[in-house]
C-alpha cells in the first residue's frame, strides 16, 4: 500500500492562477480531508468528505473548493491563488479510528 | 465549537530527563484525542490516540498520555527523552477518528538540550 499520496511535492504560483492539488489513498477508506499548515498556528481544516459525493466545510474554507468523485481521490482546487494562500498543505485518509497523513505539498504563491 | 490548546510554543529539557506536554481541549462529546510528531520538513506521525477506556494509554516510542475529564486534558509524557525526540508535538481532537476532521492545537517546540 503506497498510503496517502500528494502531488505535487513544491508548488510556485502567481497570483491569481488557478491549481489543482492532488490527493489520493488506496486503503478504502471512506473519509477524507484537506488541512493547511502554518507557522505558529498548528493545522487547520480546509475541507473534509465523508464519503464519495459528500463534501463540507472545514475552518479555513474561502478560495478552495473540493469534489470527491471517487472514494480514492480528493483534490483540492485553489481557483485563483493569494499570498495568503502560501502553506504546507496536508491531505489525510480515516476509516473512523486515526487519519493518515499524506507527505504534504509545500505551495508558494508570489 | 471545539477547541485544543497547548499552552507551552517551545519547551527546553535535557536529554535523559523526564517530559510532559500540556494539552488542554474543549468538545461538546465524548472526544477522540490525539498526539501526533512531526520532525521538520516531515509529516504527521500518530504516537498514540484515546478513545474510551483506560485512561492511560501507551504509544510509540516510549511516549504515554493520559486521559483526565474533568480536568478536560490529555497530557503527553515520556520518563527520559532522547535527542532523537526533538521536534513539534501537536494534539488533536475530533469524533469518530477524524471522520470530519479534526482541530488541532498550535502545537509545542520540543529542544532536546545535550
Known amino acids: 500500500n503506497a498510503g496517502v499520496t500528494q502531488t505535487p511535492k513544491f508548488q510556485v504560483l502567481k497570483t491569481g492562477q488557478s491549481m489543482t492539488l492532488q490527493c489520493a489513498q488506496d486503503m478504502n477508506h471512506e473519509y477524507m480531508s484537506w488541512y493547511r499548515q502554518d507557522p505558529g498556528m498548528g493545522l487547520r481544516l480546509i475541507h473534509y468528505s465523508v464519503g464519495a459525493g459528500i463534501t463540507d466545510q472545514g475552518e479555513v474554507p474561502n478560495g478552495y473548493n473540493v469534489s470527491r468523485s471517487t472514494t480514492e481521490d480528493f483534490p483540492l482546487r485553489l481557483l485563483s491563488a493569494a499570498p495568503s494562500q502560501t502553506s504546507v498543505y496536508f491531505c489525510?485518509?480515516?476509516?473512523?479510528?486515526?487519519?493518515?497523513f499524506g507527505p504534504g505539498t509545500r505551495l508558494t504563491v508570489t | 465549537a471545539q477547541s485544543v490548546t497547548q499552552p507551552d510554543i517551545h519547551i527546553t529539557v535535557s536529554e535523559g530527563a523526564s517530559l510532559e506536554l500540556r494539552c488542554n481541549y474543549s468538545?461538546?462529546?465524548?472526544?477522540?484525542l490525539f498526539w501526533y510528531v512531526q520532525s521538520p520538513g516531515q509529516g504527521l506521525q500518530l504516537l498514540l490516540k484515546?478513545?474510551?477506556?483506560?485512561?492511560l494509554v501507551q504509544g510509540i516510542k516510549g511516549f504515554e498520555a493520559e486521559f483526565k475529564r474533568s480536568q478536560s486534558s490529555f497530557n503527553l509524557r515520556k520518563p527520559s527523552v532522547h535527542w532523537s525526540d526533538a521536534a513539534e508535538y501537536f494534539c488533536a481532537v475530533g469524533a469518530r477518528g477524524g471522520a470530519d476532521g479534526l482541530t488541532f492545537g498550535k502545537g509545542t517546540h520540543l529542544i532536546i538540550q545535550p
Open positions: 468538545y461538546g462529546a465524548t472526544p477522540y
Open positions: 484515546y478513545f474510551s477506556g483506560d485512561t
Open positions: 489525510a485518509s480515516s476509516a473512523g479510528s486515526e487519519q493518515y
